[in-house]
């Protein structure tokens, strides 16, 4: 039960959000894109070079909420498709449910919110034998499905092209107190808005 409660609670953000959407939403959009994960922070080589951005695919949908003239609430819930990374014996996937702010300024929009971030891990177990200084250590692999989560914030901009099409580029902010284990991962996406439903 543990481990499926973090997808019940997504199921029923979405669901809220889907109900109400149908009901008061003043714009309804879907994006796609790709997600950079903690740029910077993940080691990828024995000579200590870190990432920049991998393929990471993204989809996710919004519900904007016109507040009053330039300010909208747009909350939006996502996640990036299940692939094998780095190590092939892990099976990993990101979900996300962000509340945003939105500001509209021309054919500009400025985004802030709050929000959490989910990462699923999967994996048969066992151990793995990585490198570890000069030599090599065993290291556990997650037996079944193991969830993690994080409060994040968000900050982003984007364009407005015309009515139907917009792009964004977002950073989602981990750990904010804690210097040691701040993080950032960015995503860029493309979105189409279907307008009021």
């Not at 543990?2 to 997504?10: D, E, M, P, R, T």
Request: net charge neutral.
């Amino acid at each position: 039960m543990k481990n499926s409660k973090y997808s019940i609670i997504l199921f029923y953000y979405s669901f809220f959000f889907l109900i109400l959407g149908k009901v008061y939403a003043y714009d309804v959009s879907l994006s796609v894109g790709n997600l950079c994960e903690y740029v910077g922070k993940i080691q990828t080589d024995d000579s200590g070079s870190t990432n920049l951005c991998g393929f990471d695919p993204l989809i996710a949908g919004t519900f904007e909420y016109q507040l009053k003239n330039q300010f909208s609430l747009a909350p939006e819930i996502g996640l990036t498709f299940p692939k094998s990374g780095r190590d092939s014996y892990i099976n990993k996937m990101s979900l996300f449910a962000i509340a945003n702010g939105k500001y509209n300024y021309s054919n500009y929009h400025f985004i802030a919110g709050v929000g959490l971030f989910f990462t699923r891990l999967s994996s048969s177990g066992g151990n793995e034998e990585l490198r570890n200084g000069t030599g090599t250590a065993s290291f556990p692999l997650a037996n079944g499905v193991v969830y993690s989560r994080n409060f994040i914030l968000n900050f982003g901009a984007g364009y407005d092209f015309n009515k139907d099409w917009s792009a964004d580029v977002l950073a989602f902010l981990f750990n904010a107190l804690h210097k040691e284990d701040r993080a950032v991962s960015v995503a860029f996406k493309g979105i189409y808005h279907f307008g009021e439903l």
